[in-house]
């Protein structure tokens, strides 16, 4: 039996890798993610259009967990991101910036699969490292 702990794991080694593939092993099919950047989905398919669009911006972002706490079905990740702006994010062209700016994320699990995922992200920082000076 996998631990809910070792699931999330799972769901930051997929967003490092750029790895999807494997989506379906950890998620319920009616996934419902909130991403740090205010963006809802519902479903894997939906999920996985965002993380193209996340990659498309940080082609080589980097989640590194720092703090993880599970408590029955919910597990919190303190989160930094790092990575380079790329592409273009909303109305920010690509500047070639490297960023790092840091989140919180809340898993909801059943039956062995993410049901819900929150982010929140320190939006602030990030916007002022890629907004053109």
């Known amino acids: ?3 809910n702990k070792n699931l999330v794991a799972k769901y930051y080694e997929m967003w490092n890798s750029h790895d999807f593939s494997k989506a379906e092993k950890i998620f319920s099919e009616n996934l419902r ?3 740090s950047l205010g963006i809802d989905t519902v479903g894997i398919d939906e999920f996985r259009e965002y993380a193209d669009m996340i ?3 940080f082609p080589n972002l980097y989640h590194a967990t720092e703090i993880v706490v599970e408590e029955g079905p919910q597990v919190a ?3 930094t991101y790092s990575g380079t702006h790329k592409g273009k994010l909303y109305e920010f062209e690509a500047t070639g910036n490297r960023i790092s700016y840091s989140g919180a994320s809340f898993f909801t699990v059943r039956n062995e699969k993410i049901t819900d995922i ?3 992200g320190d939006r602030y920082t990030l916007y002022n490292q890629i907004k053109p000076n």
């Open 118 to 120: 929150k982010v929140l």
């Open 33 to 35: 993610f909130r991403g």
């Open 77 to 79: 990740v303190y989160v």
């Open 1 to 3: 039996m996998i631990t």
């Open 55 to 57: 990659l498309t911006a």
